[in-house]
């Protein structure tokens, strides 16, 4: 094929892949990619939640929740009680919840009887979500010994 005439089908080619994969309607595109953002309880730099709504599903994205109190089984339950406070305010539940990550500072093997006991008491232990369970050597304040993050799914209304 002499170099002009592969120049011309090059060109014709290209174009028509080009206008291929052009979109048809913007409006499909638009619709597509549109979603809402619901902040729930913002703080000063962060928010207890942040709802992601889009083609009629809402993932809910919830900050670390901690506890207080003299102990590691204290602050584990005050952790999961926010946690389920946070779920509450967000219009959801711990059975949308599909992952969750805690981490706890100092971890000692000890902890995981107290750990799972406390979890199946106040979770359950079916039907549960993907789970990390990570040791830290400290969180945000030296007073917090256990943070509860979540990852939750559910329908849109």
């Not at 969750?100 to 979770?123: G, M």
Request: overall charge negative; glycine content about 8%; hydrophobic content about 40%.
């Amino acid at each position: 094929m002499k170099p002009i005439k592969l120049k011309i089908f090059l060109y014709v080619g290209l174009s028509i892949l080009l206008a291929a994969c052009q979109p048809q309607h913007s409006e499909s595109i638009s619709k597509q990619t549109e979603l809402t953002k619901t902040y729930i309880d913002p703080g000063p730099g962060y928010s207890q939640a942040v709802v992601v709504e889009a083609h009629s599903i809402k993932t809910i994205h919830i900050s670390g929740q901690v506890g207080t109190g003299p102990n590691f089984e204290s602050q584990f339950k005050e952790a999961l009680n926010g946690l389920f406070k946070t779920l509450e305010n967000s219009g959801a539940t711990f059975e949308d919840v599909v992952k969750y990550n805690t981490y706890i500072v100092d971890y000692q093997p000890a902890y995981l009887d107290t750990f799972r006991t406390i979890r199946k008491e106040l979770l359950g232990d079916e039907d549960m979500p993907a789970s990390t369970l990570v040791g830290v050597q400290a969180l945000g304040l030296p007073e917090w010994k256990v943070e509860i993050e979540a990852i939750a799914v559910m329908k849109s209304d």
